[in-house]
Each structure stands twice: as structure tokens, then as C-alpha cells.
């Protein structure tokens, strides 16, 4: 891989290429990217967590929520999942709806949104007890109705990078220094980084650094805009415009990952580790605005968790357990509880609600939290 994009740098009249070529590379090479390569990436012996490490805690929450949107939205029974990784949160998913509500799993696709040839293989062995599953690289242009919702997907688009340093706006570009990846930079000059400046209010003080999502912008785009009746549901980290002016976001918030280690220089071993940052909320609620979505108020993971039902499942486990702190009850619930751990996973995510064409229901949310703004 790093032979790959060196070569593409020499090929560059100005021998340098943008963030962004960068990125897409090192993640979506169709051979040698980090995404779609022919190896496990999530887990403890793996390069990073996510929810679907919390045992079927998650799958079985949102099934049961899920449920009950179908039930008291009269929706179209389908549901989309965006960059599903394994599989593991759709098979969960499918299992509680089977157990809670047969008839609405017997009418139900469930569509995987999926790119990577490997991911998809793996998704299908998976799910291959659950015959409503199809997969599919890109969503349907034909647009959609149901349920569409994704686990750490914007997060993983590539960005442009850029940085203002005396009241100019420069971009960071990547180059060769020797036989090294290096970053350097270059007045900002990409008028569609201007407009997204501008489209969504982000001034920056000097010094600052962010990174600029045209491909997340450009799918959330495609997503909002085929909606013809649902809700979206994204979970991922981000952060609000602003937050991004903080101590901890001020340089941006470009970082790698490799067997669970943060990495500072994602320059470094492109193609071996996974290349993430913070998504920025306001251009998703802005774009879904736009696309005629009702926005609700971003919630941390812990908070939605709670109010879409995680205790209900706790219940539902005390009435089976006994005394064997081994027992799969026991163990359940320990993975109930790390969930709602304010030192865990949950902490660093946050939850965000979209809907069109629904004006009743929501049995689990308490009006106040899920009033539009």
C-alpha cells in the first residue's frame, strides 16, 4: 500500500496529493486498503472495539425498539444497515426480532449496506440463518422507506485537512521527504472546501485545524435524500460547530488506530491501520434539515440506551438468573452494565435521531428529550 500512494505522489505534477486522496487509498484501495482487506479488524486480539463487542446487548436493544416503531409508525418493514462490519449487531438484531414479533421478522428485509468484498463475505456466513438479509454495496436509488441506521460509518469518510495559520487559509497536502510520508501544505484553493465553510458556519481561529467530510457530506446527501418515509439513527463520536473551537479539537481530530494504540501520524503504515475522526453533527442535522428530516436532539450513548429500553432487558435477565456468577444470565447483565458504564465505550458516542413522515409514537422517549429543534 505505501509503495501504491508513493507512486501516486510522483505521479502528481506538484508531488503531493490532498488528505483525502490519501485516505480513500489507504482505506478503500480494492487490494490493498485497510477496509478491504482479507483479515479480521474488530476485536480484543484486532485494532479497535464497538458496540457489537458488548455481547447481543445492542442488537437485542434495538430490536426491541425497533419493534415498537414498526408497530406505532405503521412503517414499511425494512430495515438498512450501513457498514455493518461482521454482521454480529445484524444477526443479534434479527434474533430479538424473531423471538419478540415472528410476523414482523417473517415480512422484514434487512438490507447490509456493505462495499468491502471481504465484509460482505463474512456478513453473509453470519447471517446466514436470517433469509431476509440482502447485501448490497450501494443503497437503492429507487429510495427507501423503514429503518436506516449505521454504527461508526460517517466517521470512517475520507477528509481534506486544512489549517489557518496568519488569517490564510491553507490545505495540508502529503508528500514525499526522502522515502518518507510527510504532510505540508499549500494555500487552500478547492472551492468546494470554501463552500462547505460556508454552507455549514465553521470559522476558524488561527492556528486551527479540522478536516473537511465532502464524502460524508456527499453520502449523507444520498442517504436524506432517498428517504421517502423512516428514520435514520446514526451512532457514532462527533463533535457539534461549537466544539470544534475546544483544547481537544482544536488540531483536529484525525487519528489511526492499531491493536487498540492511538496513532497521532496516520501517514505512518497505510493500509494496516484503521483511519477515523469526529463526525460534525451540525452538517448532518443541516443536510437532513434540508432533505425535509426532522432533527432530534443529539443524545450520548448512555442516554439512549436508557430511554429505548436497556433496562427492560435487565429485568428480563433477573428472572432467569441464580446465584453462578458464570452463568450466561450473570454474564448478560455484566455486559448490560458496561454498557451503561460512564468509564466505558459508551462514553465516547453519541446518538443521533432523524425522522420524515413520523408524527406519532415514540413509546420510549419522554417528549421533553425528543422534542424537534
Not at 143 to 161: K, M, Q, T
Not at 214 to 235: D, F, P, T, W
Request: net charge negative; hydrophobic share 35%; glycine share 8%.
Amino acid at each position: 500500500m505505501e509503495n501504491y500512494i508513493k507512486n501516486e505522489i510522483l505521479k502528481n505534477p506538484e508531488n503531493r496529493i490532498t488528505y483525502a486522496h490519501f485516505i480513500e487509498m489507504a482505506l478503500y484501495h480494492p487490494i490493498y486498503g485497510y477496509y478491504m482487506q482479507n483479515r479480521a479488524k474488530i476485536g480484543k486480539g484486532e485494532d479497535f472495539y464497538t458496540n457489537s463487542n458488548m455481547g447481543s446487548v445492542f442488537g437485542d436493544v434495538l430490536g426491541n425498539w425497533f419493534c415498537r416503531l414498526f408497530r406505532d409508525n405503521d412503517l414499511h418493514p425494512a430495515i438498512y444497515e450501513c457498514g455493518a462490519g461482521t454482521g454480529k449487531m445484524a444477526n443479534d438484531l434479527l434474533n430479538r426480532l424473531k423471538m419478540v414479533d415472528l410476523d414482523l421478522y417473517n415480512s422484514l428485509t434487512y438490507f447490509i449496506i456493505e462495499k468491502s468484498p471481504y465484509h460482505q463475505k463474512i456478513q453473509s456466513q453470519l447471517t446466514a440463518g436470517h433469509p431476509q438479509v440482502k447485501i448490497l454495496a450501494t443503497l437503492p436509488e429507487s429510495g427507501w422507506e423503514g429503518i436506516l441506521w449505521s454504527n461508526e460509518y460517517f466517521d470512517a469518510f475520507p477528509v481534506h485537512v486544512i489549517e489557518k495559520q496568519n488569517q490564510q487559509l491553507f490545505e495540508i497536502m502529503v508528500m514525499l521527504e526522502g522515502d518518507q510520508l510527510k504532510e505540508t501544505r499549500q494555500l487552500a484553493t478547492d472551492k468546494e472546501i470554501y463552500r462547505y465553510l460556508r454552507d455549514y458556519n465553521i470559522v476558524l481561529g488561527e492556528g486551527q485545524r479540522i478536516e473537511i467530510p465532502l464524502a460524508m457530506e456527499k453520502e449523507a446527501r444520498r442517504i436524506y435524500g432517498r428517504c421517502n418515509r423512516g428514520l435514520v439513527l446514526s451512532i457514532d463520536y462527533g463533535y457539534r460547530n461549537e466544539e470544534w473551537g475546544r483544547p481537544a479539537a482544536y488540531r483536529g481530530s484525525l487519528r489511526g488506530y492499531k491493536r487498540h494504540i492511538m496513532l497521532d501520524d496516520v501517514l505512518q503504515q497505510p493500509g494496516s491501520i484503521d483511519i477515523t475522526c469526529h463526525v460534525q453533527w451540525d452538517t448532518l442535522f443541516s443536510l437532513g434539515r434540508t432533505a425535509g428530516m426532522d432533527n432530534h436532539p443529539l443524545m450520548n450513548q448512555q442516554e439512549f440506551l436508557l430511554a429505548s429500553g436497556i433496562l427492560e432487558l435487565l429485568e428480563e435477565q433477573a428472572s432467569v438468573s441464580n446465584y453462578n456468577p458464570f452463568s450466561p444470565a450473570h454474564k448478560y447483565n455484566r455486559s448490560i452494565a458496561a454498557c451503561l458504564n460512564p468509564a466505558g465505550i459508551s462514553n465516547y458516542f453519541q446518538v443521533a435521531l432523524q425522522t420524515k413522515g413520523l408524527s406519532t409514537g415514540w413509546p420510549l422517549f419522554e417528549q421533553s428529550i425528543f422534542n424537534s429543534f
